[in-house]
């Protein structure tokens, strides 16, 4: 059966890390790209990052240089990387497939998981 889920997420004080992984099951679900995107409450989802199975990479200028995305080809598992978190940081973080990982909206992206709550406390 087709799934596509996050895991990973938590609380954790400013300055640490966290790594998110979202995992692809089923060939419906198979897309050129995956992305991460996030959503604050009371603010739109944003985008965060996203990779190719090539493994080129984009990164929203927020986050450039303390996160890092990386994906597994054999698992169909793209895993988010999140260091010197910060509290704008939180929200719910969701992971997506899509055709072009130079897209950044997330209407460009066909498939979500359920989205896992990342909470930094200052």
């Known amino acids: 059966q087709a799934h596509l889920g996050e895991s990973g997420g938590g609380v954790v004080q400013a300055g640490g890390s966290l790594t998110l992984a979202c995992t692809v099951s089923g060939r419906t679900l198979w897309r050129p790209a995956m992305g991460w995107f996030r959503q604050a409450p009371g603010k739109e989802r944003e985008f965060v990052a996203s990779i190719n199975w090539a493994g080129s990479t984009n990164y929203a200028d927020s986050v450039k240089g303390r996160f890092f995305i990386s994906i597994n080809n054999v698992k169909g598992m793209a895993s988010l990387q999140m260091n010197s978190l910060e509290p704008e940081d939180t929200g719910v973080y969701y992971c997506?497939?899509?055709?072009?990982?130079?897209?950044?909206?997330?209407?460009?992206?066909?498939?979500w998981g359920q989205g896992t709550q990342v909470t930094v406390s200052s």
């Open positions: 997506a497939v899509g055709t072009n990982y130079g897209d950044t909206s997330p209407a460009r992206y066909d498939y």
